[in-house]
């Protein structure tokens, strides 16, 4: 039986695309985690067994999901590998591969810890009794589907090589001079004190000064160019990816925290190592290893063999951890994500840690991931700290032999004492670089598991890419009205939040959307500004799909408002102003402060426009938060707006005066989601939403006594 590869998850909640990767690999076909979640709707829960078995459906299997109980291990034909679920702990679900069975053990491939075996009755106490049993239909046929490599960052160092050729000439000079300096010691041993060579002597030693003086510059020279081209490298990874990110659908953030996504941006630096140092190995320590090593068998053709014996015992040190730092470096990425994602969820939600008084529950979580950090931490360096226990042991061993077999040569007269600390001195020269060629090794294997936790980020697509055909449209489209034609959406694979909505809603109409909370109003709201796309049906502006529309162009003439507005760090000007293409006057922007009744508020403050919000805008009221983020809105000047809850927070006679200006607005199409039917009720039309279906529309006064659901909703 062939071996069952493992494949290790990435993130906390990857355990079920993990063990279809796992499945599939098995099957010879390769396919990156960023698909298999996609196809699986794996989101912050996790992945359902909905979303296994119509992925490996979908990539041609045959597959069976079932309840079942011990009594299945018993049969012959049990197709193995199979997907079992579990609940580890009593606290949290988890996938499992289940492998192999002999007798009554079971043979198990867990994405968080590893290949392990266990017997059925152990299994059963966390078994759910759910399995998946996948088997390759006939016509299936392995894919190949990789994530890019180390490889995709040389042409960053390629860039670079300028500054690469410098560091690599500086480290140049550095080892010749050294090399230069250890025959000083043959000198003084075989030359000058045997024959009193007074000034041979001193200008041999005044020489040698002058060259570790050139040394010590050389090796500024050298560490001040390489925090250069780290810190390029940085910007030319670290940055990027920032940029990759903020380019990715809405899905993607929906689907994870904010924890994993920032913990890949720190593991970038590992792969800036790992490729620095491989740069340099390259250029430098491969050619002095060959450079030093025909100078060392030049000197003594025996000892140089001793020295290259040690060679093997190296590579098996080398082979002995590798497996063990791999899984060892992922589990400790893993569990930086983890760390930061709750890190970052706490400081979110201090407003209401605070109000329950949870600040010790919220430490206690934290405390166990980071102990749970530590203890990863501590394996990696742990195992780090052996081997190269191990490998400076060989060293050791090695330049102890070669000292004792060398004193039986000078006792012989095949060589001088000179000769002999000459080249044990030059051996130095041999083993550094040899050891920075091998202990690259764990470097390059950070920065692989880095390397597929960032590339995994990479290679998902961004919102919109850019092809060949112009698909910047006339605004006239935008002032012709909106058109839904069944359209249906459902997050995730899981139950449909919108199904086979039809409507029309006119150019420069106030339209409401009403329902109870969880309707699909909010749903529909950020599908009309494609921050997600329509499972089936279609959205027109005009005669174009909303599809067909370059994102940033629908999205600067349609505007979509939430309840809860972010603001960033600065001034209320520069909070006002963001995003904006073109900047409006400063008469318009008092125009439209006025108009949303901020004015006030803004005359209180003693720098006005220039008075500097804090993060989030936690500086202001929940209601002024709410006029800043309308006006921003309106000075955006978009052709549709569509407000979600955006007035929820005002009080009745400001919520009066800001939608009496907003329904003067001739010109504009506005799309009002609200809970208060007295907006509605100013509306031209009435959109009613009820477990995703429209199931009412019409003016207030014809819903008011339709015997529907909107005239239960004023009644209440």
Known sequence: MKPFPYIQQQDEKDCGVACLAMILNYYKTEIPIHKLRELSGTDLEGTSAFGLKKTLENLDFECLAIQADNEIWQEKELPFPLIAHVLVDNSFMHYVVVYDKKGASLSLADPAKGKVKKSIEAFSAEWTGILILPTPKKSYRPIKEKVNGLSSFLPIIWQQKKLVFHIVLASFFITLFGIGSSYYFQGLLDYFIPYQAHSALNIVSSGLIIVYLFRVFFEY???????????????????????????????????????????RFLDANKIIDALASATLSVFLDIGMVLLVGITLAIQNSTLFLITL??????????????????????????AGATLNANIIESLKGIETIKAYSGEN????????????????????????????????????????????????????????????????????????????????????????????????????????????????????????????????????????????????????????????????????????????????????????????????????????????????????????????????????????????????????????????????????????????????????????????????????????????????????????????????????????????????????????????????????
């Open 309 to 334: 014996a040690s060679l093997p015992f190296y590579l098996i040190a080398i082979l002995a951890f590798v497996k063990s730092y791999e899984k060892a470096n992922q589990e400790e990425m893993t």
């Open 361 to 716: 529950q919220v430490y206690d979580r934290v405390d166990r991931e980071f102990i749970k950090l530590m203890k990863k931490s501590f394996q990696t360096v742990t195992l780090d700290n052996v081997q190269q226990g191990i490998k400076h042991t060989i060293q050791l061993i090695s330049s102890a032999l070669i000292l004792w077999l060398g004193s039986y040569f000078v006792m012989d007269g095949t060589i001088s004492l000179g000769q002999l600390i000459a080249y044990n001195a030059l051996l130095v020269f041999f083993t550094d670089p040899l050891q920075n060629i091998i202990n690259l090794q764990v470097k390059m294997q950070t920065a692989q598991v880095a390397n597929k936790r960032l590339n995994e980020i990479f290679d998902i697509e961004p919102e919109q890419v850019n092809t060949s055909i112009e698909k910047t449209i006339s605004v006239e489209n935008f002032q012709q009205g909106i058109s839904l034609e069944r359209v249906s959406f459902s997050y995730h694979m899981k139950a449909p939040t919108l199904n086979a909505i039809s409507c029309w809603i006119p150019a420069h109409s106030k339209v409401a959307l009403v329902g109870v909370s969880g309707s699909g109003k909010s749903t529909l709201a950020k599908l009309l500004v494609n921050f997600y796309s329509p499972s089936e049906g279609t959205i027109s502006y005009g005669q174009v799909n909303h599809l067909d529309i370059e994102y940033k162009q629908l999205r600067e003439n349609v505007t979509y408002i939430p309840q809860d507005s972010f603001f960033f760090s600065g001034t209320i000007l520069e909070n006002l102003t963001f995003g904006l293409s073109i900047i409006p006057s400063f008469e318009r922007i008092l125009e439209v402060c006025k108009a949303v009744q901020l004015n006030e508020f803004i005359n209180q403050q003693p720098l006005r426009l220039e008075t500097v919000l804090e993060e989030g805008g936690v500086n202001l009221s929940g209601g002024q938060r709410q006029r800043l983020a309308i006006a921003r809105a309106l000075l955006k000047d978009a052709d549709i707006l569509i407000l979600d809850e955006a007035t929820s927070g005002l009080d009745t006679i400001l919520e009066h005066k800001i939608l009496e200006y907003l329904l003067q607005l001739e010109n504009k199409t506005l799309l009002f989601i609200a809970h208060h039917l007295s907006i509605a009720k100013e509306c031209d039309q009435i959109l009613v939403l009820h477990e995703g279906q429209l199931v009412e529309q019409g003016t207030h006064d014809k819903l008011r006594f339709n015997q529907g659901i909107y005239q239960q909703l004023w009644e209440i």
């Open 221 to 263: 020279s050298r560490s001040y160019l390489l925090i250069i081209l780290g810190q390029r490298m940085s910007i030319a990874i670290m940055l990027t990816y920032f940029k990759h990110v903020l380019t990715l659908p809405m899905t993607f953030f929906a689907t994870r925290k904010s924890g994993e996504i920032i913990s």
